[in-house]
């Protein structure tokens, strides 16, 4: 998903499904289970929902029901924080528009059949679908706040790399090098190679990491003074993903060390409140980035596909009506 303000790139998120269904797991049961619209539902009522050949006619009554309700009714949210988390959002007032560029997933990756290669699925009758405020007091006090000086803060979130690690391995090296006023993460996903239609995907695998030790600009164990060890892994994730507090219902440490859920999150906020932007680390200038060097315990000569997203807090400023910068 790519974002666009006056052609100007705010977000370029590659691998957004990835990154997004492991945020998703970190939801709440109640938040979930109303998330059908969303396609987050059993493989029953999928098989239903898509009319497949092995769909189940009984013992599904409650599939059913919901089937003649949203039938193949499907969306895809553009919650981006610019949206929703900055106060109204007035477009009139400004020049240009905001743009969402969505890329679809390659039929491969979302459909199942015996046969890859006639593996499809069209989109039809796609609908534009938004809330709105009638008060022209609001919108008045919108333009004027847009006229003198508003910043939209949000969570910029950029796929750096892609590794191939062999599960025979025993350490990994990432260096990265992006330059950030303010890094609140880095996050990586470990995934196994899939065939055509087989990906479960939400699965996350744990590489059985022992130590995880960080280097930043030069200097070592920055965060751990002994490096992040087994035990401190769902500790580091919970605090950046958790929204609230005992409704982890979907996550938690069982799932996320044996359940293949797993998620190395290297929180580099200095303030835990979620909410706040510019608690990140500074990396203006530097030259030597942040450095992991991963321990693990060898298992096996297979592969495993390390995806490294980099979290970091952005600003898109509008000034007179019109941008006026994007900082990140």
Not at 94 to 106: G, H, I
Not at 194 to 223: C, M, W
Not at 298 to 318: E, H, M, P, R, Y
Request: net charge negative; aromatic share 8%.
């Amino acid at each position: 998903m790519v974002v666009k303000f006056a052609g100007t790139i705010l977000e370029d998120k590659a691998g957004y499904d990835i990154f997004k269904i492991y945020e998703d797991l970190f939801l709440s049961k109640e938040q979930r289970d109303n998330m059908l619209l969303e396609g987050i539902q059993s493989e029953d009522l999928c098989k239903i929902r898509s009319n497949a050949g092995d769909k189940k006619t009984s013992g599904v009554e409650a599939e059913k029901k919901l089937n003649e309700i949203y039938g193949t009714k499907y969306r895809i949210m553009l919650d981006h924080k610019i949206l929703t988390d900055q106060g109204v959002f007035y477009p009139q007032a400004l020049y240009n528009d905001v743009v969402f560029d969505v890329t679809l997933a390659d039929a491969s990756q979302v459909v199942k059949g015996s046969d890859p290669t006639k593996l499809k699925y069209k989109l039809t009758n796609i609908q534009l679908e938004y809330e709105m405020i009638h008060s022209e007091l609001l919108a008045e006090e919108a333009h004027s706040v847009y006229l003198s000086g508003k910043a939209f803060a949000y969570d910029h979130v950029h796929l750096d790399k892609m590794i191939l690690e062999k599960g025979s391995d025993t350490q990994l090296n990432v260096k990265l090098n992006s330059q950030r006023r303010s890094m609140r993460a880095i996050l990586l996903l470990f995934m196994e190679p899939y065939s055509p239609g087989a990906r479960d995907s939400e699965k996350y695998v744990f590489p059985h990491l022992t130590k995880v030790r960080v280097t930043i600009n030069g200097s070592p164990n920055i965060l751990y003074n002994e490096g992040i060890v087994s035990t401190d892994l769902w500790a580091e994730a919970s605090r950046f993903f958790v929204r609230e507090k005992n409704k982890t219902e979907q996550m938690n440490l069982k799932l996320f060390l044996a359940g293949d859920r797993f998620g190395l999150v290297i929180n580099l906020r200095s303030m835990a409140d979620q909410t706040m932007h510019g608690s990140g680390r500074r990396l203006v200038n530097v030259t030597d980035g942040v450095q992991l060097e991963l321990e693990r315990t060898a298992t096996g000569s297979g592969k495993l596909n390390c995806q490294v997203f980099v979290v970091s807090d952005a600003q898109f400023n509008i000034l007179g009506n019109q941008l006026n910068d994007v900082q990140y």
